[in-house]
C-alpha cells in the first residue's frame, strides 16, 4: 500500500498542475497522477492565451517573451464589424504561451516543491469506506494500485474521469459534456505566401462567426481559429462562410488541431465528501472567450487556502468542511460567468447588421477617443455608470429608428440582460452551507430553464447556441 498523501490529483494539466504546487508550498504532501507520458501532456494544443492580470494575481513567475514557453505579451487586439467596413482596436491584456514548454518549466518547479507527479498513471475508480471517499485505484505499467488522500482533485479536463464516476447521490452532478455543451474549436496555423500583401492584424476578432486570427509561431504567420457548437462540422462551416466572403492573400496551411472547451454552467456543488473538482472538469470558462486556463486559478486559489486550512485542524475532509470553496467561488467569479452565459443567448442572435451597430457605436466594446484605449473590467462585470446606460439606451432607440436594429432581437437582448442580472444575483446569495441548498438549485433550476436558444443564421447553415 502507497503512503497516504495530503492531496491527490488527477491530471497534471494547467488546472492539476496550478492547485497542486499552491498547496505544496503551503506544506502539504500532493501527488498528482497524469495518465500520459511526461513529454506528451499538453501536445494537442502548442499555443494558447492567458490573460495577463490573472497570471500575476496567480503568483506566477512572469513570463518573459524570450524563453521558450512565451511567444509574446501584448495589450491590444482589433475588431472587425462582419461588413469589413469598421475596424475597433480594444484593449486586451494577453499572455501567448506555448503549453508544453509551459508545463514541463511548471513540473519542474513542483518537483522542487515537494509535489510528487507520477506520470503514465491512470485513475481507474474510487475507493470508499461508510460511503465515503478515501482514496482511487490506479493503473500504472499494467499494475493496479491503490492511492489514499484526504482529499481527491478532479482535473482531469473535459472527461471528468472522477466527477462522472461519483456515485448519482454523492453531491456533485455527474453529467458528462455534450455536444451542445461545448464550443468546438478548429485552429489552422498559417503561413502567408506573399508576405508584401496586407493580411489581418495579428490578433483581430471577427465576432459574428466566433472567428480569429492569432498570433502563431514566426513571422508572416497567424492562426486561424474558429470556435462553434453542435460540431466540429458547424465550426468548418462557419470557417467556410467567413471565407468566402473575405478577400484574403494566399496562405498555406502549417499544421491544424482541433478540440472541445465547455460552454455551460459548472456543477452546482464543486464539493463532496473527499472530493473537489476544478477545471474543465468542473466546466470553468470564461463564456465569451472559451478560455479556461487562467479563469480555474481564480478558483483554486480560494481552494487551496480552504483546503489548508482544514487540513491543519485534522480529520476527515466532509463536504461541510469545503463548503466555503463554494461559497467563495459562486458568489464571486461563478456568480459573473453565469451572469456573462445567460447574456450571450441574447447577443448571439445579432444579424450582420446588428453586429456591425452594436460594435460601431461602442455598445459591446469600450472605445477609447483620440487613440487612447481604456482599461477593459478585468473583473468581467457591467460597470456602466447612470450616464453611459442613458447613452447606451439612447444607441440602441437610434439604431432600431434607422432600422439597423430589429425590434425582435432587441427584446431579446433585454430578457436575456434582465434574466442574466437575476441569476447573478441567485448565485450571489449561494446558501452559507449546505442546509438551503436544495432550495437554492430549485430556482437555479426555474431560472436556467428561462435561457432561450440563440441562433446564428449563416449563408451555409443555421448553428443554435442552447
Ligand atoms: C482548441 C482549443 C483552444 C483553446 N485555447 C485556449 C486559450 O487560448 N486560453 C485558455 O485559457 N484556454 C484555452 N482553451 C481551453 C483550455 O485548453 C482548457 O480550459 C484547459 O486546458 C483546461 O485545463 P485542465 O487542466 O482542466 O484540463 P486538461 O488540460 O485537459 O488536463 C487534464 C489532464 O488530465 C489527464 N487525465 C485525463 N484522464 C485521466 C485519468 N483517467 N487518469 C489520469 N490523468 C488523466 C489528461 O491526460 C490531461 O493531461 C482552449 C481549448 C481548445 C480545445
Not at 273 to 281: E, H, K, P, T, V
Request: proline share 5%; charged share 30%.
Amino acid at each position: 500500500m502507497s503512503e497516504k498523501s495530503d492531496i491527490l490529483i488527477v491530471g497534471a494539466g494547467t488546472a492539476g498542475t496550478y492547485l497542486g504546487w499552491i498547496l505544496a508550498k503551503q506544506g502539504h504532501f500532493v501527488k498528482i497522477i497524469e495518465k500520459d507520458r511526461k513529454e506528451e501532456v499538453g501536445k494537442r494544443l502548442d499555443v494558447i492565451h492567458f490573460e495577463s492580470d490573472r497570471i500575476k494575481k496567480a503568483g506566477l513567475p512572469p513570463f518573459d517573451p524570450n524563453k521558450p514557453d512565451c511567444i509574446e505579451i501584448r495589450d491590444k487586439s482589433t475588431v472587425i464589424t462582419p461588413d469589413f467596413e469598421s475596424e475597433i482596436k480594444t484593449r486586451v491584456y494577453q499572455t501567448i504561451v506555448r503549453l508544453t514548454p509551459f508545463l514541463n518549466k511548471m513540473y519542474d518547479i513542483l518537483e522542487s516543491d515537494g509535489v510528487q507527479l507520477e506520470f503514465s498513471t491512470k485513475f481507474e475508480e474510487l475507493l470508499f469506506e461508510n460511503n465515503r471517499i478515501i482514496g482511487a485505484k490506479v493503473s500504472k505499467d499494467g499494475e493496479n494500485e491503490k492511492y489514499y488522500a484526504n482529499i481527491i482533485v478532479d482535473a482531469s479536463g473535459t472527461s471528468a474521469v472522477v466527477r462522472t464516476s461519483l456515485p448519482k447521490n454523492y453531491g456533485v452532478e455527474t453529467w458528462e459534456l455534450g455536444s451542445d455543451d461545448v464550443m468546438y474549436v478548429l485552429l489552422q496555423y498559417i503561413r502567408w505566401k506573399v508576405p508584401d500583401k496586407p493580411t489581418p492584424d495579428t490578433d483581430t476578432g471577427y465576432n459574428y462567426w466566433l472567428l480569429w486570427f492569432g498570433p502563431s509561431l514566426g513571422e508572416n504567420e497567424a492562426i486561424l481559429g474558429v470556435g462553434q457548437p453542435g460540431s466540429y462540422e458547424n465550426a468548418r462551416l462557419a470557417r467556410e462562410d467567413f471565407l468566402k466572403q473575405i478577400d484574403l492573400p494566399p496562405y498555406e496551411i502549417v499544421k491544424e488541431e482541433r478540440g472541445f472547451t465547455p460552454y455551460r454552467r459548472p456543477p452546482y456543488s464543486l464539493v463532496a465528501d473527499g472530493f473537489l473538482c476544478i477545471g474543465d472538469a468542473a466546466a470553468i470558462t470564461y463564456p465569451f472567450s472559451g478560455h479556461g486556463v487562467t479563469a480555474t486559478w481564480m478558483l483554486c486559489m480560494i481552494a487551496a487556502d480552504v483546503i489548508s486550512e482544514e487540513l491543519s485542524r485534522g480529520g476527515y475532509l466532509t463536504r461541510e468542511r469545503l463548503w466555503d470553496i463554494n461559497v467563495r467561488y459562486f458568489r464571486d467569479q461563478g456568480a459573473k460567468f453565469a451572469s456573462l452565459l445567460a447574456q450571450l443567448s441574447g447577443v448571439l442572435n445579432f444579424t450582420k447588421k446588428e453586429w456591425s451597430y452594436f460594435l460601431t457605436h461602442g455598445l459591446i466594446y469600450k472605445t477609447g477617443e483620440n487613440d487612447e484605449l481604456p482599461e477593459p473590467n478585468k473583473e468581467y462585470e457591467e460597470d456602466m455608470s447612470l450616464g453611459e446606460m442613458i447613452k447606451f439606451i439612447f444607441k440602441i432607440l437610434g439604431g432600431l429608428v434607422i432600422r439597423k436594429l430589429s425590434l425582435r432581437n432587441i427584446k431579446k437582448l433585454l430578457k436575456a440582460n434582465s434574466l442574466a442580472n437575476t441569476i447573478k444575483e441567485h448565485y450571489e446569495n449561494f446558501p452559507k452551507s449546505p442546509e438551503g441548498f436544495d432550495a437554492w438549485i430549485n430556482k437555479a433550476e426555474r431560472l436556467w430553464k428561462k435561457k432561450t436558444v440563440a441562433v446564428k443564421k449563416l449563408d451555409n447553415i443555421e448553428i443554435e447556441y442552447r
